[in-house]
């Protein structure tokens, strides 16, 4: 629905195609860019899907690298975290720069990722 001032709003449960960042858990937004919660094992985004993604740390869990050295992109993960947020291990990157991650329920971050080739950095912005 639009607003006097001309935006765009969107009622609280709808369904949206476009990104509108909330800080608050990733995983309430039923977007297709929505990875989901993590709380174990490993996530390894990547751009096959878009170049905008979003995880919600809710639990320690491994953040891998994509692997296929042939591809290259840039990727901005919103990541945020819920109640239960566990530490997160970075695995294959080449350089991980900017805000320390924490586990504070509702800190929310923007992790801009470049894969090039071999070469995979993340750089991490707290917001929320």
Not at 22 to 34: H, K
Not at 48 to 70: I, K, P
Request: charged content about 10%; aromatic content about 10%.
């Amino acid at each position: 629905m639009d607003s006097a001032d001309g935006t765009t709003l969107v009622r609280p449960g709808q369904a949206s195609k476009t990104l509108y960042l909330n800080p608050g858990p990733a995983d309430t937004m039923p977007w297709e860019m929505n990875d989901g919660t993590k709380s174990s094992g490993t996530y390894t985004p990547t751009a096959a899907d878009g170049n905008f993604r979003m995880v919600t740390n809710g639990g320690a869990f491994t953040w891998a690298v994509d692997g296929d050295t042939s591809k290259a992109y840039t990727l901005v993960v919103w990541l945020s975290n819920s109640a239960t947020a566990g530490v997160i291990t970075f695995s294959g990157w080449n350089a991980i720069t900017g805000d320390p991650l924490t586990t504070t329920n509702g800190a929310g971050f923007l992790c801009s990722i470049v894969h090039f080739g071999g070469i995979r950095t993340i750089n991490i912005q707290q917001v929320a």
